[in-house]
């Protein structure tokens, strides 16, 4: 029987239950188009519940809060104290199928023990998810345990859900320390479904965003970036400024009064100064204000990335108060986020419960399950990727993410301090990156030589070649050429000539084409479509035509998307004439006379290439038209505008442009891309460099 739903169960606080539940959603979303995430109980029904805020918002569910929770705890327990239970059942059984009904799959997340009285005796998520026919996924905290306690849970769970009746999907045993892992791995080794997940620590850190929520702390001073910022501990300041500078540690929130001027100036002087850890930020309690003459030095100060709150409350209290808070995760916590399904990944056998869950083929794809797929893709044939443009925030932030999603290792190109002084200042943790500065690395000479060798015949001098490798994307480039990174990204900062330019004089294309050219992936609501050439070639010949859709078939096939070649036209089949209908007449004859492994069709128009309807009026006999889904444009006026078009208009997620046609990967960006441009950008370069690697070896 196909599973439908999953019931996620932990029976106390502080678990990480949310972190295991969103790492089943990824596992979801990447391969059902429609899945509902339901908590059959809840706190309080007057109070939004924080597990399916995060879970509807981070992966943009279609579906009413409403719809997401059965009861809170105080109408349950009027129900069970009156012994209705069953009526209980049956309601939640109710709203359960209904979701069950509208949706692909349902994710349930049980309600914690320990948050119920002592009116319930029993097991009530065992009791809900029997009636709902959910396997079962247990959660258990190794924090505070022995080895032997969670062993003999483990036993027990299993057995009390096989005498209720259900199946037990798997058990999540997380906050692991090294030894606990390592002996329970081997009582459990044969145990089936058993995960293992070991403690880390940055996860239980409180962020700047839960100390203004827990304490309501107003906010003097903060980039909008910094919410999500780690606390490693609270530092309570009770010493001269002399002897409290050489105390300082990573990551401390410091608690200092607003009217000891002198600390907080010292206290700046470190968070600029190279000698000095990154704090978290600064609090200061007692509601006082600085004085008018610090407020004044501190807003002149160019660059400051350290958040300042206020509280009420006296130094201790406030201390105190922290120290009682615990860690939230919220959509906006990019690195706690990455961190924790890097951890999961390492940890789970994604296969294993993909064929457990046993999901229905579907041919729809969101822009979600492609994203999805595309990190699961690169993080099973890791590779490293160089990006020159280190001085650029938004490089650094996405490179933070794809080292915590694991998706790929990171060369970056620049001063090594000033690199991890800004990466610090940001609050990152860029340590498993690689650094390499171009002046002072011995590969330098190198470079400048295999370069000139390269271009000597074209008249290039060797002083020429030094020039050229004097630039980071030259410099970057002959590192992917010579081995030393699988793919460059770059773009950010530089046009896409200065990324193309010494990808074509030092790469070069393919023996299949004469041209580089880019592809658009165009996420839709429900599938995926690749558009090419969108922002390279101006103006392609027939045979150019022709080669940017044998190679745009190609890379939609190594994506996942098997090619159904659309050239488009403003006329469809025999239906025009003109040198425009005429070229991609041409072009569509030489790619079918280029290639026999994959469907193509031209001229054609957008409308009759995918819709069924028009195409069966206009090609009623084409394999094709109707269903097309990489569609060629003639020219890059008519490429470009459409895709900002589509995007635009239909909310459409566009990944691009994705370079073509190299004989290995390089990648450009738009100068105004977004932190998620360039992690999706850096997974399909990672991606592009193993399939290279595969092809290499056939």
């Not at 990154?278 to 600085?290: K, R, S, T």
């Not at 160019?302 to 919220?330: E, F, G, H, M, Q």
């Not at 060798?453 to 020039?467: F, I």
């Not at 990489?630 to 997620?653: E, H, M």
Request: proline share 3%; aromatic share 8%.
């Amino acid at each position: 029987m196909k599973t439908k739903s999953l019931y996620i169960s932990s029976q106390e606080k502080n678990a990480g239950t949310l972190f295991i539940t969103m790492g089943m959603m990824e596992i979801l979303k990447r391969n059902i188009p429609k899945v509902a995430f339901f908590r059959p109980i809840i706190f309080k029904d007057n109070l939004k519940d924080g597990d399916i805020s995060f879970i509807k918002e981070r992966y943009s569910l279609d579906i009413d809060y409403s719809e997401c929770y059965g009861y809170d705890i105080e109408f349950v327990e009027q129900m069970i104290s009156q012994n209705k239970t069953n009526e209980l059942i049956n309601l939640l059984i109710k709203k359960f199928k209904k979701l069950e009904k509208d949706y692909d799959f349902v994710l349930c997340e049980g309600i914690r023990h320990s948050f119920l009285t002592s009116t319930i005796n029993f097991d009530i998520n065992i009791l809900i998810a029997q009636n709902f026919g959910s396997p079962v996924l247990n959660i258990l905290s190794a924090k505070d345990k022995s080895v032997h306690d969670i062993y003999e849970y483990i036993l027990i769970e299993n057995e009390n859900l096989k005498q209720a009746g259900c199946t037990h999907f798997a058990t999540f045993v997380n906050r692991l320390d090294e030894k606990q892992l390592d002996n329970l791995s081997e009582k459990t080794k044969n145990i089936d479904d058993i995960y293992l997940l070991p403690e880390v620590e940055e996860l239980t850190y409180l962020s700047i965003a839960d100390v203004i929520d827990g304490l309501d702390a107003e906010v003097i001073m903060m980039d909008e970036l910094d919410y999500s910022r780690a606390i490693k501990a609270p530092k309570v300041v009770a010493l001269s400024l002399d002897n409290f500078l050489g105390r300082i540690e990573e990551g401390e929130l410091i608690i200092v009064p607003a009217d000891r001027s002198e600390i907080i100036l010292g206290i700046l002087g470190a968070v600029y100064s190279k000698n000095y850890p990154n704090i978290a930020g600064i609090i200061f309690p007692f509601e006082l204000d600085m004085h008018p003459n610090i407020k004044k030095l501190i807003d002149g100060l160019d660059d400051i990335n350290i958040p300042l709150l206020s509280v009420t409350t006296d130094t201790y209290t406030t201390a105190n108060n922290i120290s009682k808070l615990n860690a939230r995760l919220r959509v906006n916590s990019k690195r706690k986020i990455a961190l924790a399904l890097g951890m999961f990944n390492n940890n789970v056998d994604i296969q294993k419960i993909e064929k457990r869950i046993q999901s229905a083929q579907n041919d729809v794809m969101t822009p979600m399950m492609f994203e999805y797929k595309l990190f699961n893709i690169a993080s099973n044939n890791k590779k490293t990727i160089v990006l020159p443009e280190s001085n650029d925030d938004r490089i650094l932030r996405a490179a933070d993410i794809i080292l915590k999603r694991d998706v790929a290792n990171i060369i970056l190109l620049g001063n090594e301090e000033e690199i991890k002084d800004r990466y610090g200042k940001l609050g990152l943790n860029l340590d498993k990156s690689t650094i390499i500065d171009p002046d002072k690395s011995e590969l330098m000479d190198k470079f400048i030589d295999s370069f000139y060798e390269m271009r000597k015949d074209k008249g290039l001098l060797r002083e020429g070649a030094a020039d050229a490798m004097a630039h980071v994307n030259y410099f970057a480039t002959m590192m992917v050429h010579l081995g030393y990174a699988d793919g460059m990204v770059s773009g950010a900062s530089h046009s896409t000539g200065d990324t193309i330019r010494p990808a074509l004089q030092i790469i070069k294309t393919t023996s299949d084409v004469s041209l580089v050219s880019s592809v658009f992936f165009m996420c839709l609501k429900t599938k995926v479509l690749v558009y090419g050439d969108c922002a390279v070639n101006q103006d392609p010949d027939a045979k150019e035509l022709a080669e940017i859709a044998l190679s745009s078939a190609k890379t939609a096939h190594a994506f996942g998307v098997e090619p159904k070649v659309a050239l488009l036209s403003y006329s469809t089949g025999d239906s025009g004439s003109g040198a425009d209908v005429d070229k991609v007449k041409e072009a569509t004859k030489l790619v079918k006379e280029m290639c026999s492994d994959y469907e193509f069709e031209g001229p054609i128009q957008y409308d009759a290439a995918i819709n069924k309807d028009v195409a069966a009026k206009k090609l009623p006999n084409s394999k094709v038209a109707g269903e097309a889904n990489v569609l060629i444009f003639p020219d890059l006026n008519t490429g470009n505008n459409t895709y900002k078009a589509v995007q635009r208009s239909s909310d459409a997620v566009a990944i691009g442009p994705i370079l073509q046609g190299l004989n290995k990967p390089i990648n450009d960006l738009s100068r105004g891309c977004l932190v998620e441009d360039i992690v999706n950008t850096v997974a399909i370069t990672a991606i592009q460099a193993g399939q290279k690697d595969e092809t290499s070896r056939n």
